[in-house]
């Protein structure tokens, strides 16, 4: 029985999982490229917040199986809160944070509660269609969002009232790195929940999981919620470390670009925005610096693979490569007695 | 006073609906292939830049004319959709929604790539004959004559794409598939070869509204992803599948942005996607699309 659940269930689905060597690994990583790369931070941190932004839309798309194009609403929306509280009302970080994780969860609650009833085609061109309107609404908005000028000169106050964000980025690394801990824990956590696996159900057959009983648009709509708090969050954590948020943060591109990131590492995995998002981050930072032609074009071509060989992403990828190469070591090893 | 605002007031319309005709060239056959073979193909504004940039290289580095060139280039669209319908396609028509909608994503940056390596990234302006160029007088109102030539065009194509669909027995066979696909390959007709010809002449109109509209849809290498969201919207507001729905909506937007460019600056936009919004939530499948399950 053990074995067959654990077949079933990707790694981390049920709490009896332990936290296994593997686990403690990105974390290694993430600190050791503080102490290595010194001088990279401002992109470490970039790459931090979007792997929050990641793990969130992993939320909404991996784990409870809705199609969004326009997860970037949450992120703007989130940019645009603690933009405007650093600006007018305290340069308090957390909890600008919390104001832009509340009012995105807001907006995601509304337009979950609106859009949720539909699926497939429909919510895509939804989902993408409200994001065009909030990009217009900021647009428009010149008193609150700055319009076309977004909204810059914010100040950030010292972290806990101790740690002041330095020229070299090396407090905005480790704010960052702090958040993603906190994140990436509480969405393990809710993943491995009952309401994580019953979202995991509607994902797999709404129309079952509604027969058994269980509210499927309400469990939607509050795992639609809680992503968006989380990509409000990222979104927050980019207005304070860049102390800028811009129109293109509301954006169909970005919406766009981070539904690419997630599906190159694996959606439903947790772990698929810790290994696309650096990667195609890393990679993007190198190519775009002799062409931006050139990037779209191997991505464009890699995007086609990837879905068409490894639907799962590249995590999918290792590990089908992995148990083929220890099945056939096992094989090997079972005739060698004879 | 009077007059003069209902002079701009005319041109303004008659802006608006040559921008909503090209709109519907480019749209009807995305709507036409997401309704009938139920794929997103992302990439369809892709089949619009590539007619664009066909008639450019003909008009101006083989000097044909422009009569030629046009025709010629939709055709050539025409031979890319059908190479691509028959190669990738082929994968993309397996895949989930959202496969869909990334591959077609991943399609329209290799061919944003592609057009920024054979043309570069500044806008190229197709030369237009000089018996087009000139306005119009009708009284007071000047159209300019190019646009009253792209009205005519559009229109002839929406008559004809309605006459075959309706009026003729390859109408009516295409209906059928679009119907039930299954049931019409048990009684004998090629569903793929049907799919693949009607994927074709879907990008040949796209192509063709490409190559006429590019003095309102500049021509450059993000084309193909600048003016998705509006063509999507088209879609998915006229109903998938639907020529009526896809003209009206086309129309209603292109009047509504270009009256909106003039009178509304600041929230243009916002009415546009605000009533799309409303509209998709209270008929998620369109004005005039069916309801499917």
């Known amino acids: 029985m053990n074995t067959i659940v654990r077949q079933l269930l990707p790694a981390g689905a049920l709490p ?33 917040i979007m792997v929050i932004f990641g793990i969130s839309l992993d939320l909404a798309l991996g784990f409870a199986g809705i199609n969004t194009l326009g997860h970037a609403a949450f992120f703007g ?55 065009v309107v909030l990009h217009e609404f900021a647009n428009s908005w010149r008193s609150v969002t700055g319009g076309a000028d977004g909204l810059s000169g914010m100040e950030t106050a010292p972290l ?39 979202i995991r159900g509607i994902r797999e057959n709404a129309k079952r999981m509604l027969l058994v009983g269980t509210p499927v648009h309400a469990k939607l709509i509050l ?31 970005l919406s766009g670009n981070i539904l690419i990131m997630l599906i190159v590492g694996g959606v439903g995995r947790l772990y698929g925005a810790f290994i696309g998002i650096p990667l195609y981050m890393l990679l993007l930072d190198r190519a775009a610096a002799i062409d931006p032609f050139h990037w779209m074009f191997f991505v464009g071509i890699a995007l086609i693979l990837l879905v068409r060989f490894a639907p799962g992403g590249l995590l999918a990828l290792t590990a089908q490569l992995y148990a083929r190469v220890r099945g056939r070591l096992a094989v090997n090893f079972a005739k060698e007695p004879q | 006073m009077f007059s003069r605002f209902a002079i701009s007031l005319v041109s303004l319309l008659f802006d608006g609906l040559a921008f909503g005709m090209i709109l519907f060239l480019i749209s009807i056959g995305m709507s036409i292939t997401m309704g ?15 007619g664009g940039y066909l008639t450019f290289m003909l008009v101006t580095q083989a000097q044909l004319p422009f009569a030629v060139a046009v025709p010629l280039a939709v055709v050539g669209t025409m031979l890319l959709g059908a190479l691509l319908e028959r190669t990738v396609y082929s994968w993309i028509y397996v895949q989930s929604e959202l496969g869909q909608v990334l591959m077609t994503i991943g399609l329209t940056f290799v061919m944003i790539a592609t057009a920024n390596a054979l043309f570069g990234s500044t806008i190229q302006d197709i030369p237009v004959p000089g018996a087009l160029r000139g306005t119009f007088h009708l009284g007071a109102v000047g159209l300019p004559v190019y646009r009253l030539f792209l009205i005519a065009v559009s229109c002839a194509c ?65 084309y193909a992803l600048n003016y998705l969201v509006l063509v999507l919207i088209v879609v998915s507001v006229g109903g998938l599948g639907s020529i009526k729905g896809t003209l009206i909506a ?21 009415v546009i996607y605000l009533a799309t919004l409303v509209m998709l939530l209270v008929r998620p499948q369109g004005l005039f699309g069916r309801q499917t399950t």
Not at chain 1, 94 to 119: D, K, M, N, Q
Not at chain 2, 36 to 50: D, E, I, P, T, Y
Not at chain 2, 253 to 267: H, V
Request: net charge neutral; hydrophobic share 60%; with cysteine.
């Open chain 1, 16 to 48: 009896f999982y332990r936290l296994r060597l593997a686990d403690v690994l990105p974390w290694v990583v993430a600190i050791a490229a503080f102490f290595l790369f010194d001088t990279y931070m401002s992109i470490g941190a970039q790459i931090l």
């Open chain 1, 77 to 131: 929306v989130g940019a645009y809160a603690a933009g405007y509280f650093s600006l007018h009302v305290s340069p308090e970080p957390l909890s600008g944070l919390l104001v832009a994780g509340g009012l995105a969860a807001l907006i995601g609650l509304l337009s979950g509660w609106l859009l949720l009833r539909t699926s497939g085609l429909a919510l895509l061109m939804l989902t993408m269609v409200t994001t």
């Open chain 1, 160 to 198: 806990l009232g101790l740690f002041s964000f330095d020229l070299y980025g090396k407090t905005a690394y480790l704010y960052a790195l702090g958040v993603l801990f906190v994140v990436f824990f509480a969405v393990r956590i809710i993943a491995n929940s009952p309401f994580g696996l019953s």
């Open chain 1, 223 to 253: 795992a639609y919620t809680l992503s968006a708090a989380i990509a409000g969050v990222a979104g927050g954590l980019s207005a304070q470390i860049t102390r800028t948020v811009s129109l293109d943060l509301l954006s169909f591109q």
């Open chain 2, 36 to 50: 009938v073979m139920r794929v997103v193909n992302l990439a369809h504004c892709g089949f619009a830049m590539a």
């Open chain 2, 158 to 222: 929406a008559v004809a794409i309605w006459y075959v669909l309706d009026r003729t027995q390859v109408g009516a066979k295409l209906r059928a598939a679009v119907d039930n696909a299954r049931m019409a390959g048990c009684i004998g007709m090629n569903v793929k070869a049907f799919f693949a010809v009607t994927f074709a002449i879907g990008c040949g109109f796209a192509g063709l509204g490409g190559a006429l509209g590019a003095d309102m849809f500049p021509l450059e290498p993000f």
């Open chain 2, 250 to 270: 086309a129309l209603v937007l292109g009047m509504i942005d270009t009256l909106g460019r003039y009178f509304l600056p600041e929230a243009g936009g916002l």
